[in-house]
T-cell receptor, first 113, second 115 residues
Framework: NAGVTQTPKFRVLKTGQSMTLLCAQDMNHEYMYWYRQDPGMGLRLIHYSVGEGTTAKGEVPDGYNVSRLKKQNFLLGLESAAPSQTSVYFC????????????FGPGTRLTVT | QQQVKQSPQSLIVQKGGISIINCAYENTAFDYFPWYQQFPGKGPALLIAIRPDVSEKKEGRFTISFNKSAKQFSLHIMDSQPGDSATYFCAASSPSTSGTYKYIFGTGTRLKVLA
């Protein structure tokens, strides 16, 4: 099992460009999450999904969109990147409702210039 | 009320010493308290977790102490080793109305264990 994988690992964007981050999990988990991690601020929830075809806003959703067309994939999109979106992005999943443990991917480091 | 306050921000411990990281919360709806370990360039990985019906949980050299009345919990790493050098995050979780779980993370503690 690969667990939770994320692509790409690194990306540099210019302000106004768009991109999509891909998260994939092979654990048949229902719930998936996107977080951003900034220095001194811990992990903050951007969007999450409780199953295929469903998405919901988290704590800091502005400037991001998500889609969950397949159970194993959760996509995070930036339509018009801004320097404030420079961060490390982590995807996570958990089994729910039985499992509380979140499994994290290795992260994507995004720099917006 | 949704915050989880974590301290210290950084910690340096000698090999063989005890590392202690503290977290405090306000929301009494939290019912699951995990600790995550994160190495540079990697995602957080669950280290140990506790529910509020117990005051202590031990797994190997790692122990969570939980004080429900004070709304505080802490991670103790006994016999700290250089390989324990990482960033540690506490978190608090509660069921949310959407059917999933809400996780609030602390700001992290960077631990360095000197050889």
């Amino acid at each position: 099992n690969a667990g939770v994988t994320q692509t790409p690992k690194f990306r540099v964007l210019k302000t106004g460009q768009s991109m999509t981050l891909l998260c994939a999990q092979d654990m048949n988990h229902e719930y998936m999450y996107w977080y951003r991690q900034d220095p001194g601020m811990g992990l903050r929830l951007i969007h999450y999904s409780v199953g295929e075809g469903t998405t919901a806003k988290g704590e800091v959703p502005d400037g991001y969109n998500v889609s969950r067309l397949k159970k194993q994939n959760f996509l995070l999109g930036l339509e018009s990147a801004a320097p404030s979106q420079t961060s490390v992005y982590f995807c996570a999943s958990n089994r729910s409702p039985l499992g509380r443990e979140q499994y994290f991917g290795p992260g994507t480091r995004l720099t917006v210039t | 009320q949704q915050q989880v306050k974590q301290s210290p921000q950084s910690l340096i411990v000698q090999k063989g010493g005890i590392s202690i990281i503290n977290c405090a919360y306000e929301n009494t709806a939290f019912d699951y308290f995990p600790w995550y370990q994160q190495f540079p360039g990697k995602g957080p990985a669950l280290l140990i977790a506790i529910r509020p019906d117990v005051s202590e949980k031990k797994e190997g050299r790692f122990t969570i102490s939980f004080n429900k009345s004070a709304k505080q919990f802490s991670l103790h790493i006994m016999d700290s080793q250089p390989g324990d050098s990482a960033t540690y995050f506490c978190a608090a979780s509660s069921p949310s109305t959407s059917g999933t779980y809400k996780y609030i993370f602390g700001t992290g503690t960077r631990l360095k264990v000197l050889a």
